[in-house]
């Protein structure tokens, strides 16, 4: 009799649950077109494997000729160990949509690339991947719209990146999206992306930093700390935004470390032609490994979670928009105080029974104050 009565209980429970995720409240639907939107529904993307299978940068862009202007181009760096283009295959479908040429360079060899040699190998491929595709009609990138989109490690990449870009002949980034930033060496002997001389950023890039409000407190001091080093960057050229976790409905939004990820199998590495290897290629140099090549258990869980995000209202109102808005503002001269300025930017729409989803909340970084002056204009000492 109490058995039945357990079940009882229990099954109605499971009821009770099911009955109140249907009665929820669903987050917004993603725009058809706009800023985070859609995009050309019927476009078909072409997807290109550029350089050696050994190490190749990924290529996407809608099929059909580019207009005369050419594409925007969107370099986007993943983050470290997230080396499969799918596991931000939602986020790419959407640029290719809305016209952009995607250029993803696979810079890391899952336990071979040391974090202190990315900058190096993600520089080669951009370079030797600008070349091979300049002469395709259908890309047809426009080297004056440039932008780079990082995910973590990918963020101070980004950075090194745009500071080396006219010594490596790359082209100048007009805007950098810093997507929760993290893996950056914090001492000589540390693992992670160590940070170039961020001064020789060039003046008039626009600089975004987004993060989410879970495990913040790590890609928070990150953010700030890119944001502060590119010192030639003015501060009215410089935002900090951040996505607001909303479990008003279901599915909760949880804007975690993983947010920026989405997956779509449509993009997956292993689907996509690679070009033969070359026959003159030059032999690699002898492998060693270092322990700084593995991925610590702390990485491989959060790869784990990458690897399996799903696209959401986060994404698609919080960091496609976001990106959207910036490059426009960045390929048009704008700076970031009219950007933040955007009622757009923070507006997240509203859940299915008109409840507003957390807005964005947006910052202009405050400069770093002067050091104190005394004696005579000499700097003051305690």
């Known amino acids: 009799m109490r058995l039945n009565v357990l079940r009882a209980t229990l099954a109605a429970g499971v009821f009770a649950v099911a009955a109140s995720a249907a009665q929820a409240a669903s987050p917004p639907v993603q725009p058809g077109d706009?800023?985070?939107?859609?995009?050309?529904r019927k476009a078909t993307v072409v997807k290109r494997a550029l350089g050696r299978p050994s190490a190749p940068t990924y290529a996407f862009y809608a099929e059909g000729p580019a207009p005369e202007a050419g594409r925007p181009v969107a370099v986007f760096l993943h983050g470290w160990g997230a080396v499969n283009p799918q596991s931000y295959g939602s986020w790419i479908d959407h640029l290719a949509r809305k016209g952009w040429v995607v250029l993803f360079p696979r810079f890391q060899e899952l336990n071979r690339t040391r974090p202190s040699d990315a900058p190096a190998v993600a520089g080669?491929?951009?370079?030797?991947?600008?070349?091979?595709?300049?002469?395709?009609k259908d890309a047809k990138p426009d080297l004056s719209k440039v932008a780079m989109i990082g995910h973590l490690a990918g963020a101070p990449?980004?950075?090194?990146?745009?500071?080396d870009a006219e010594k490596d002949g790359l082209p100048t980034p007009k805007l950098i999206f810093a997507a929760v930033p993290g893996g950056i060496a914090t001492g000589p002997k540390s693992r992670g992306i160590v940070l170039d001389?961020?001064?020789?950023?060039?003046?008039?890039?626009?600089?975004?930093?987004?993060?989410?409000?879970k495990d913040a407190r790590a890609a928070d001091m990150a953010s700030r700390r890119l944001l502060r080093e590119a010192s030639a960057v003015p501060p009215e050229r410089k935002l900090f935004v951040r996505a607001l976790s909303d479990d008003h409905g279901f599915p909760a939004l949880t804007a975690t470390l993983a947010a920026p990820a989405g997956l779509d199998t449509a993009y997956?590495?292993?689907?996509?032609k690679m070009p033969p290897?070359?026959?003159?290629?030059?032999?690699?140099?002898?492998?060693?490994?270092?322990?700084?090549?593995?991925l610590t258990g702390e990485q491989q869980t959060l790869v784990s979670q990458i690897n399996i995000a799903r696209?959401?209202?986060?994404?698609?109102?919080?960091?496609?928009?976001?990106?959207?808005?910036?490059?426009?503002?960045?390929?048009s001269g704008a700076d970031a105080v009219s950007l933040k300025a955007n009622p757009r930017l923070a507006d997240m729409e509203r859940w299915s029974d008109g409840w507003p989803v957390k807005r964005l909340a947006v910052e202009i970084p405050k400069p770093p104050k002067a050091p104190a002056v005394a004696n005579g204009g000499e700097s003051g000492r305690r």
Request: hydrophobic share 55%.
């Open 157 to 163: 990449l980004a950075m090194d990146l745009a500071a």
């Open 124 to 136: 080669a491929l951009l370079k030797a991947a600008f070349g091979e595709i300049a002469a395709d």
């Open 277 to 294: 290897e070359p026959k003159d290629a030059p032999k690699p140099p002898p492998f060693r490994w270092s322990a700084e090549m593995a």
């Open 268 to 272: 997956d590495a292993g689907a996509i």
């Open 197 to 213: 001389d961020l001064g020789r950023i060039a003046p008039q890039t626009l600089l975004v930093a987004m993060v989410g409000d």
């Open 311 to 331: 696209a959401d209202a986060l994404d698609y109102l919080g960091f496609w928009k976001t990106f959207d808005l910036a490059a426009a503002a960045a390929f």
């Open 34 to 40: 706009g800023p985070g939107g859609i995009g050309d």
